[in-house]
Structure formats: C-alpha cells, structure tokens
Antibody, heavy 117, light 109 residues
Framework: EVQLVESGGGLVQPGGSLKLSCAAS????????MHWVRQPSGKGLEWVGR??????????EYGASVKGRFIISRDDSKNTAYLQMNSLNIDDTAVYFC?????????WGQGTMVIVS | QSVLTQPPSVSAAPGQKVTISCSGS????????VSWYQQLPGTAPKLLIY???KRPSGIPDRFSGSKSGRSATLGITGLQTGDEADYSC???????????FGTGTKVTV
C-alpha cells in the first residue's frame, strides 16, 4: 500500500525547535520530490516547501513565511523526509502534511499537529 | 498568503451541478498546470484533478477541470451529500519559485 506517515508533532514554546518526519512506503521514494504543506485550524492550505530527488541535486525551495527558519531534508536509505523547524512562533501552529509530487500532490499523509504556545 | 482566489462557498441541491473558479496570474495559473484537491472534514487533502483537466485513477467523471487564460474551474455534477467538503486549487508560481494554493471553497449540498 502506498502510504505516507508523519510523526514528531507536539507542543513547543515560541522560539523553540521541532523536527517532523515523513515515512514513505509502497513506492520508490528516491524517485519522488516530497513537499510539506500546513493548515492552521479552520484555515486553508499553505505550502511550506519541497525537496527534489537526487537527480535534481536534492534542491530545496521554501515558502516565504518559513524561509530561513525551516529546513527540509531526506534520507532515501530510510525512505523518509524531514522538516526541521526552528525559531517557531505562534503562527506556525498548524497540522503539517507531507505529500508526494508526481504529476501533482497525489499521495498525502494523515498529518501531524504542531502547537506553538 | 493565498495567491489564488476562489469563492468562499458554493451550494446546490443533490443531483445538481456546481462550478468553482480559481483565479491567479501569469506566473502561476496562467502558465503552469493547475491541480484541485478535496478535503473532507478532519481528513487529509485528496487529489481530484491534475494538469488542469486530468483525473487520477479512481476519481469519478462527475469531477472535471478546465482552464482558460489565468482562470481555472472545477466542475462537480450529480452532487452527492458526500461531496460536501473544502476544495482548493493549486499551481506552481514561477516568479515566487513556490507552490501556491487557492483560498479554498466550501461546497454545501
């Protein structure tokens, strides 16, 4: 079964750090670009950033609101993507999803909640 | 921070049709593919349409997508109560080098 499972969410104080993981299974993880998307409670989807595959030199891009604070990485040997979040503020409170990018975001994880308070 | 504009809500009776617009600019919807996502309450988004008008395997043909200029449209025919959800469009923005989502539309049946 094709699946993404996020973990690592929780409660963190403003200014703190947290690292999320996204474990993939059922597909060739190394061949896929991976994205992170977040959604504050009751609000719309916001793109956080992406990491491309080895063939694209693992290039990363980030949304304006997280650039310089968040870092996306991946370990293809573990079929896992990561989101390192630093200097967190209350506006970062949201459910964080990882998603696979093929033609579009075709596979999504269930999400993990991050509360900055 | 949404760059793409959608109506906040649309509604119609069961069996009827609704359309949802998604308006952007030349740097996103105007020159890049648009995708559409359905999000049922409390669940992760689900891909409905990609490359403006293509449906992934398993998505019924009641859902359709189109694009003209800088605007894209999602159509849902034969509305069912199970279609009540939030719908968001998205596209890559070449100027921002970022993916941008629409403001989201709540569909009520």
């Amino acid at each position: 079964e094709v699946q993404l499972v996020e973990s690592g969410g929780g409660l963190v104080q403003p200014g703190g750090s947290l690292k999320l993981s996204c474990a993939a299974s059922g597909f060739t993880f190394s061949g896929s670009s991976m994205h992170w998307v977040r959604q504050p409670s009751g609000k719309g989807l916001e793109w956080v950033g992406r990491i491309r595959r080895k063939g694209n030199n693992y290039a990363t891009e980030y949304g304006a609101s997280v650039k310089g604070r968040f870092i996306i990485s991946r370990d293809d040997s573990k079929n896992t993507a990561y989101l390192q979040m630093n200097s967190l503020n209350i506006d970062d409170t949201a459910v964080y999803f990882c998603t696979r990018d093929t033609e579009a975001f075709d596979i999504w994880g269930q999400g993990t909640m991050v509360i900055v308070s | 921070q949404s760059v793409l504009t959608q109506p906040p809500s649309v509604s119609a009776a069961p069996g009827q049709k609704v359309t949802i617009s998604c308006s952007g600019s030349s740097s996103n919807t105007g020159n890049n593919y648009v995708s559409w996502y359905q999000q049922l309450p409390g669940t992760a988004p689900k891909l409905l349409i990609y490359d403006n008008n293509k449906r992934p395997s398993g998505i019924p043909d009641r859902f359709s997508g189109s694009k003209s200029g800088r605007s894209a449209t999602l159509g849902i025919t034969g509305l069912q109560t199970g279609d009540e959800a939030d719908y968001s469009c998205g596209a890559w923005d070449s100027s921002l080098s970022a993916f941008v989502f629409g403001t989201g539309t709540k569909v009520t049946v």
